[in-house]
């Protein structure tokens, strides 16, 4: 297996090995560096990221970036901060509406040799019940509510959220303690990995302890 980081993003950005099941050419996006320490985790891009080639350009980034307390030019300037959904390709549009799930081919093809190549990894977050799925296996708890309670089992490389999406304002609403609890220990870990010096090496017992 590679770790060479270019070498596995080049073969990512190549791969078109769902070429037959989407309904659209491939377009993988994916945005990692080699200092990249704080990786999110989503489920797939949309149809707006698919357009754009820019993970999280829309709405839903809008209130991730606001959890995280950074703002929309340090979410893409600073190269500590890294995106790779479970699934790199917009999976398409269900018919009554939303996006297909993402496929699980894509994370068993390519997640091991990415999440090999970036040693520097203090904090994965896993956006949505999907991605959660894949990275805790079964260590996932029965649902996505019930799964981001136990957010202080999977701390401190692992940290569950909600997908930041339009249609879990109603959870939200519902789940007060989620920006009461999670949300404040999210912006103290992002502050932390953040004002670490970028050309300093991770600090001591941290490297790799984020990888899913």
């Given amino acids: ?24 050419t491939p377009r993988p996006v994916v945005r990692v560096f080699p200092e990249t320490r704080l990786l999110i985790c989503g489920q797939a891009p949309g149809r707006r990221v698919h357009e754009s080639g820019l993970p999280f350009t829309d709405p839903s980034g809008d209130r991730l970036r606001a959890w995280m307390g950074v703002d929309y030019e340090t979410f893409y300037a600073d190269r500590r901060i890294g995106v790779a959904a479970q699934a790199f390709c917009y999976p398409g549009t269900a018919p009554q509406g939303g996006d297909y799930p993402p496929p699980p081919r894509c994370a068993e093809l390519w997640r091991p040799q990415l999440m090999a190549a970036l040693p520097e990894m203090e904090l994965t977050l896993l956006v949505g019940g999907y991605a959660q799925a894949w990275a805790l296996g079964e260590r996932v708890k029965r649902n996505m509510t019930e799964t981001v309670r136990a957010w202080r089992d999977y701390a401190p490389g692992l940290l569950v959220l909600p997908h930041p999406s339009w249609r879990n304002t109603a959870w939200l609403r519902k789940n007060p303690w989620f920006e009461v609890e999670v949300v404040p220990y999210l912006r103290e870990r992002v502050r932390a990995i953040l004002d670490y010096p970028q050309e300093n090496g991770p600090r001591s017992g941290t490297a790799g302890s984020g990888q899913a």
């Fill in 1 to 24: 297996m590679t770790t060479d980081l270019e070498e596995v993003l080049g073969d990512i950005r190549a791969c078109r090995a769902c070429a037959s099941a989407l309904p659209h």
